[in-house]
């Protein structure tokens, strides 16, 4: 096969009709355009332009040869536009492990705008809290709530993760406000049966000060969307993620107790992905996406406990 080079400078001579113009287009200089040519009509065996001092013209078999040049031109400017185009335009899938409140919360409600600027772009979520292995399960990141990823993992801080002890209005109606950790222990507390302890809920005040306060409760749960569902509906007081609740606060669903009091210290959600995975634009602009939609400075469910949120039952 001939020098695809030496054929696209071929058919830019014939267009400009001059191999000085050719060579300007083509960022080289006329003896290199001439070199090309020659070398091109000696790999084929056949004279393929006429020269002289006023013109050029086409050979009976430089027409011939030509409308190939042009062709090849044609595909190779398509090359290059589809390569373009997959540099610009994600396609393929994204995989991604992400606890499910987080999912439905957050992330679905905001697909649309990311879907918008990604079309071709697949997404496929495995709503679970549990933890992965990248290179035996193919995901290509996950979102989790940890304290510090591991270090065989990339990493990206999304928000940072505050527990919030919540109970709806009609509860507190009902049962009375606790204003101290402490008083919850006469209370109905829904509990998380995946910590070390669900019957203990620790507590950090100001000046260093740690309470730990006993519960008891009629509802478990190892996941904490019925939790949430339970407290809403008025069965309890329940410990839940900022994330899972603001909006319920600003809207006056569930009050926040004890705000001075923080009940998880250091823990953040993360963005992870494998270290493969380092160069991937899909994992990049989907971890840029997700900042961007909760808010580099302060995520916006945590913006909504701070503004509308109350401990007074309405």
């Known amino acids: 096969m001939d020098d695809p080079v030496h054929m696209v400078t071929f058919a830019r001579v014939v267009e400009a009709n001059s191999f000085a113009a050719a060579a300007k287009r083509l960022g080289v200089t006329t003896s290199v355009a ?19 001092t006023r013109k050029l013209s086409l050979t009976e ?42 999912v439905a919360m957050h992330i679905a409600p905001a697909l649309a705008e990311f879907r918008r600027r990604h079309p071709q772009l697949e997404l496929e979520f495995d709503l679970s809290n549990r933890v992965i292995d990248f290179s035996e399960e193919g995901y290509d990141m996950a979102l ?20 919030c002890v919540v109970a709806a209005p009609e ?9 101290h950790p402490e008083q919850l222990a006469g209370h109905e507390c829904l509990l998380f049966s995946l910590e070390d302890d669900p019957t203990t809920w620790t507590f950090h005040g100001s000046a260093g000060r740690t309470v730990r306060t006993k519960v008891s409760g009629a509802f478990r749960s190892n996941v904490m969307e019925p939790l949430h569902k339970m407290a809403v509906h008025g069965l309890g007081i329940a410990q839940l993620p900022s994330y899972m609740v603001g909006g319920d606060v600003g809207h006056g669903r569930l009050v926040q107790l004890f705000r001075e009091w923080d009940s998880y210290r ?14 991937s634009r899909k ?26 949120g109350t401990e007074t039952a309405a």
Not at 34 to 52: C, P, Y
Not at 75 to 83: F, K, M, R, V
Not at 171 to 179: A, D, E, I, M, N
């Open 171 to 179: 509860y507190l109606r009902k049962h009375g406000v606790p204003v």
């Open 34 to 52: 001439s070199k090309h040519v020659a070398k091109l009509e000696k790999s084929l065996g056949a004279r393929l332009l006429n020269r002289s």
């Open 266 to 279: 250091g823990a953040s959600v993360f963005a992870v992905w494998p270290t493969h995975r380092r160069d």
């Open 61 to 102: 078999a430089g027409e011939a040869f030509y409308e190939h040049c042009a062709r090849l031109i044609v595909e190779l400017e398509a090359a290059e536009q589809s390569i373009a185009q997959v540099e610009t335009e994600l396609r393929g899938s994204l995989r991604v492990s992400a606890p499910p409140s987080m």
């Open 144 to 163: 989790r709530v940890t304290r510090q990823p591991s270090p065989d993992l990339l990493s990206r801080a999304l928000a940072p993760l505050r527990i």
């Open 283 to 308: 994992v990049r602009l989907f971890v840029e996406f997700l900042v961007e939609r909760f808010g580099e400075e302060e995520a916006y469910w945590d913006r909504a406990l701070r503004l509308h």
